[in-house]
């Protein structure tokens, strides 16, 4: 932990690549009471914030190594009670409105005139519970397209659908389970939504990411003088819920000792701040979610059994994008109206093609997975619509798309003999009997083929 002074006023980190500005921007501060650590980049900043809390981070966009957006990230990962003030050029305007989207407090523009910062920093931190809260609202409300992510038509996503809409009315914990990126926090803010506290916070926790030094302080709060930079009181995540969600993201990650405290916040609705005497009083629903098979990591000794079956009183688990094939198009079709926003494009879909490709596809990374590959598409996109072009080159391998081969003829109807194979191998479900029937050749034939043109067969009978 980073060895702070005490200061009156609170703790700020400065983020500015910029020498003279930086150094004016720490003085500055410094004169005004608050205790300040400046640092010459992103990596360094969100390096700062694993080791040290912050009541405010005062970030520039454009930095070598992290950038702006990527800090303030960070700083919603392990600090989401931290306030974040973004400083930007009037070209880079674009990307500090995204970022009040994504959850900053303010922005200001560059050149910075030194009284703003003061005037801007003063209020946020004298304001800063409502302005925290009236954050996380408006980005609440910015982010009601996720809720059209649980669409879906396959039984599986319709069954996961109904459980969300019986257990979201009640004041149960929901246990929700699943692999990485098949969109389990979506699935927290269904319930969310569908709930009576649908106008109060919903505040996600990601107990992974928080380093397990603050992770302590960041929960439950803590007290002026319970360690090293605790300059003053300061509430813990669940004291700002204030009757609304909070959700528990990789909870199988949480150590041990913090599992005892936890156990008592969903018994007794009481946090006991690092540093108190006596317990306070919250009013919260907990929604946990892991990718861990929880009853093994019982079994193993590395959780709780109690509290696992406090958290499991309604479970749901989310099925894995590859179970539920039916619903890439129509998630597929959700992110390019998504990015369409984001991106400023005019995008009318994906062509039948690349949805036969996407359709054929694992995803390992699920949802998640898909939403990056559609985004990456529509950055490269030159048309109205998607095409297999662009798609990450990898993902074209995979499938094996042809990629440029030069003038050589052999190689090119190699490389397109190729494609063709694979994309019949998926219109088929990879049943290559009935792909060599639409081939119009013998099923040995095409056995041959996969085997001299390195064709990935998706159910793993084919090479490598």
């Given at each position: 932990?980073?060895?702070?002074?005490?200061?009156?006023?609170?703790?700020?980190?400065?983020?500015?690549?910029?020498?003279?500005?930086?150094?004016?921007?720490?003085?500055?501060?410094?004169?005004?009471?608050?205790?300040?650590?400046?640092?010459?980049d992103g990596t360094a900043a969100i390096n700062a914030l694993d080791t040290s809390e912050f009541d405010l981070v005062l970030s520039?966009?454009?930095?070598?190594?992290?950038?702006?957006?990527?800090?303030?990230?960070?700083?919603?990962?392990?600090?989401?009670?931290?306030?974040?003030?973004?400083?930007?050029?009037?070209?880079?305007?674009?990307?500090?409105?995204?970022?009040?989207?994504?959850?900053?407090?303010?922005?200001?523009?560059?050149?910075?005139?030194?009284?703003?910062?003061?005037?801007?920093?003063?209020?946020?931190?004298?304001?800063?519970?409502?302005?925290?809260?009236?954050?996380?609202?408006?980005?609440?409300?910015?982010?009601?397209?996720?809720?059209?992510?649980?669409?879906?038509?396959?039984?599986?996503?319709?069954?996961?659908?109904?459980?969300?809409?019986?257990?979201?009315?009640?004041?149960?914990?929901?246990?929700?389970?699943?692999?990485?990126?098949?969109?389990?926090?979506?699935?927290?803010?269904?319930?969310?939504?569908?709930?009576?506290?649908?106008?109060?916070?919903?505040?996600?926790?990601?107990?992974?990411?928080?380093?397990?030094?603050?992770?302590?302080?960041?929960?439950?709060?803590?007290?002026?003088?319970?360690?090293?930079?605790?300059?003053?009181?300061?509430?813990?995540?669940?004291q700002r819920a204030r009757g609304g969600t909070i959700f528990l993201d990789e909870i199988g990650d949480l150590p041990m000792n913090?599992?005892?405290?936890?156990?008592?916040?969903?018994?007794?609705?009481?946090?006991?701040?690092?540093?108190?005497?006596?317990?306070?009083?919250?009013?919260?629903?907990?929604?946990?979610?892991?990718?861990?098979?929880?009853?093994?990591?019982?079994?193993?000794?590395?959780?709780?059994?109690?509290?696992?079956?406090?958290?499991?009183?309604?479970?749901?688990?989310?099925?894995?994008?590859?179970?539920?094939?039916?619903?890439?198009?129509?998630?597929?079709?959700?992110?390019?109206?998504?990015?369409?926003?984001?991106?400023?494009?005019?995008?009318?879909?994906?062509?039948?093609?690349?949805?036969?490709?996407?359709?054929?596809?694992?995803?390992?990374?699920?949802?998640?997975?898909?939403?990056?590959?559609?985004?990456?598409?529509?950055?490269?996109?030159?048309?109205?619509?998607?095409?297999?072009?662009?798609?990450?080159?990898?993902?074209?391998?995979?499938?094996?798309?042809?990629?440029?081969?030069?003038?050589?003829?052999?190689?090119?109807?190699?490389?397109?003999?190729?494609?063709?194979?694979?994309?019949?191998?998926?219109?088929?479900?990879?049943?290559?009997?009935?792909?060599?029937?639409?081939?119009?050749?013998?099923?040995?034939?095409?056995?041959?083929?996969?085997?001299?043109?390195?064709?990935?067969?998706?159910?793993?009978?084919?090479?490598?």
């Amino acid at each position: 932990m980073l060895r702070q002074e005490h200061s009156a006023k609170g703790t700020i980190l400065v983020a500015e690549d910029e020498a003279a500005v930086r150094e004016s921007l720490a003085e500055l501060l410094r004169d005004e009471a608050y205790q300040v650590t400046a640092v010459a980049d992103g990596t360094a900043a969100i390096n700062a914030l694993d080791t040290s809390e912050f009541d405010l981070v005062l970030s520039d966009v454009r930095m070598p190594g992290a950038d702006g957006l990527a800090v303030l990230r960070h700083t919603r990962e392990v600090a989401p009670q931290t306030l974040v003030l973004l400083m930007t050029a009037h070209a880079t305007v674009d990307s500090a409105i995204e970022a009040l989207r994504r959850g900053a407090q303010d922005y200001l523009l560059k050149p910075i005139m030194l009284e703003d910062v003061l005037h801007k920093i003063d209020y946020l931190l004298q304001h800063r519970q409502l302005a925290w809260e009236n954050q996380m609202l408006r980005s609440m409300a910015d982010r009601k397209w996720d809720f059209e992510s649980l669409v879906g038509r396959s039984a599986a996503m319709r069954e996961v659908m109904n459980l969300v809409r019986r257990v979201a009315p009640t004041p149960s914990t929901v246990l929700i389970t699943g692999e990485s990126g098949a969109g389990k926090e979506i699935v927290a803010r269904a319930i969310h939504h569908f709930s009576e506290l649908r106008d109060r916070i919903f505040l996600p926790v990601n107990c992974g990411a928080i380093p397990e030094t603050l992770l302590e302080s960041q929960l439950f709060g803590h007290m002026r003088g319970a360690f090293t930079g605790a300059i003053s009181n300061q509430e813990g995540l669940f004291q700002r819920a204030r009757g609304g969600t909070i959700f528990l993201d990789e909870i199988g990650d949480l150590p041990m000792n913090l599992q005892v405290k936890l156990l008592r916040v969903i018994e007794t609705k009481e946090v006991l701040p690092v540093g108190a005497s006596a317990p306070v009083k919250v009013d919260i629903r907990v929604i946990a979610a892991t990718n861990r098979e929880l009853r093994r990591e019982v079994e193993d000794g590395r959780f709780r059994d109690d509290l696992y079956y406090r958290l499991n009183v309604f479970g749901i688990e989310v099925p894995p994008l590859r179970e539920r094939r039916e619903d890439i198009p129509l998630l597929v079709e959700h992110f390019i109206r998504l990015h369409n926003r984001e991106l400023k494009k005019n995008c009318n879909g994906a062509d039948s093609a690349t949805l036969k490709v996407l359709m054929s596809l694992p995803w390992k990374g699920n949802v998640r997975e898909l939403d990056n590959v559609i985004e990456h598409a529509m950055i490269l996109a030159e048309g109205d619509w998607i095409t297999v072009r662009d798609l990450p080159r990898a993902l074209q391998q995979e499938v094996g798309f042809p990629t440029p081969v030069g003038d050589d003829l052999r190689n090119a109807l190699r490389a397109y003999e190729k494609a063709h194979i694979h994309a019949v191998l998926a219109k088929c479900n990879q049943d290559k009997k009935a792909a060599a029937e639409r081939l119009g050749v013998s099923l040995s034939s095409l056995y041959r083929k996969i085997e001299e043109l390195e064709i990935r067969v998706a159910d793993g009978d084919g090479p490598a």
